[in-house]
C-alpha cells in the first residue's frame, strides 16, 4: 500500500475532489472532517474505496516533493527523534 503523508499538506486534482466530496462524504466512514487527527489517512482511505490511490511524488532523484518537516528543523537538526517514524510511516514505498 501506498500513503502519500500530509502534513505538508496534499494535492487532488478535479475528478478526486468531486468524488470526494460529492460520493465519499455521503459513507459514514469516510467522513475524515470528523477526525482531528490523522485527516490524511482518512482520505486517502476514502478515496481509496472509489479506486483513487496515490501517487509517487519524488523527484527524478528520488527526493521528496512536499516535506513534512519544517525548514527550522532542518537546520536546528531536531529531526533524529523522528527518522523512526518517518521511515516507517511517511516513507512508505510497497507499492
Known sequence: TQSNHG????V???AALRV???K???????MPYRWK???DKYVGACLRKFGILPRD???KNGLQRFNIFTPR???AGTLQGY??????????KNW
Open 83 to 92: 527518522s523512526f517514524w518517518y521511515k516507517n510511516t511517511a516513507q512508505r
Open 7 to 10: 502534513g505538508s499538506g496534499y
Open 12 to 14: 487532488l486534482n478535479r
Open 57 to 59: 511524488t519524488c523527484d
Open 20 to 22: 470526494l466530496v460529492e
Open 73 to 75: 528543523m532542518h537546520a
Open 24 to 30: 465519499a462524504f455521503m459513507l459514514d466512514e469516510c
Open 37 to 39: 487527527h490523522s485527516e
